[in-house]
């Protein structure tokens, strides 16, 4: 069964450092997104991609984020220069269509767990 | 805000039904109910969804009532691995995309 997969699982870094998260999307799929999930927290919404653009980013998704599909299968997403309130669980996800159908249910990746230091 | 509220924890005897609930009341003609768990700190899981009727697959069945303002989650055999958060979701559309907006779900604990 097609899956989404993410590395690194876990990373350490100290406050300041940039960090790459990578995700492979379910290979059909076409849009792309960015949750996390702070430890006892909620799950967040941070941004949606497709066609090479984002679609939407919520308040949290500032200057320091961003998003890109540097080929056909991977998805990444870079944090600039970390701060402690980074550390989060980060899960990728991915969805065949955006629109009003079946297709539309976006499946999740195992997560990374991100620690700054 | 999630536009969901469910109970913030169950029981459930292994073996048994799970009957997971989820009010809805402010959902739209056009909005789908999603299903979504997440064991431990794993990546949310896909259940279920649907727009009115009641669906059931593999994992679970999901019933909504007559005027789409709750809806039940049902596990017909429940396990120990069953053991999760589970979140009830209104999908919410911005764009051409779909956010998923989390609430805090009900934390199901499957008992031996």
């Known amino acids: 069964e097609p899956e989404v997969t993410q590395t690194p699982s876990h990373q350490v870094t100290q406050m300041g450092q940039e960090v790459i998260l990578r995700c492979v999307p379910i290979s059909n799929h076409l849009y792309f997104y960015w949750y996390r999930q702070i430890l006892g927290q909620k799950v967040e919404f941070l941004v949606s991609f497709y066609n090479n653009e984002i679609s939407e980013k919520s308040e949290i998704f500032d200057d320091q984020f961003s998003v890109e599909r540097p080929d056909g299968s991977n998805f990444t997403l870079k944090i600039r220069s970390t701060k402690l309130e980074d550390s989060a669980m980060y899960f990728c996800?991915?969805?065949?269509?955006?629109?009003?159908?079946?297709?539309?249910?976006?499946?999740f990746g195992p997560g990374t767990r991100l620690l700054v230091l | 805000d999630a536009k969901t509220t469910q109970p913030p924890s169950m029981d459930c005897a292994e073996g048994r039904a799970a009957n997971l609930p989820c009010n809805h009341s402010?959902?739209?003609?056009?909005?789908?109910v999603y299903w979504y768990r997440q064991i431990h700190s794993q990546g949310p899981q896909y259940i279920i969804h649907?727009?009115?009727n009641n669906e059931t697959n593999e994992m679970a069945s999901l019933i909504i009532t007559e005027d789409r303002k709750s809806s039940t989650l049902i596990l017909p055999h429940a396990t120990l691995r069953d053991t999760a958060v589970y979140y009830c979701i209104v999908t919410v559309y911005g764009g051409a995309t779909n956010k998923l907006i989390f609430g805090t779900g009900t934390l199901l604990a499957v008992q031996p």
């Open positions: 402010t959902i739209s003609g056009n909005e789908y």
């Open positions: 649907g727009l009115k």
């Open positions: 996800a991915s969805s065949e269509v955006a629109r009003r159908t079946s297709r539309e249910t976006q499946y």
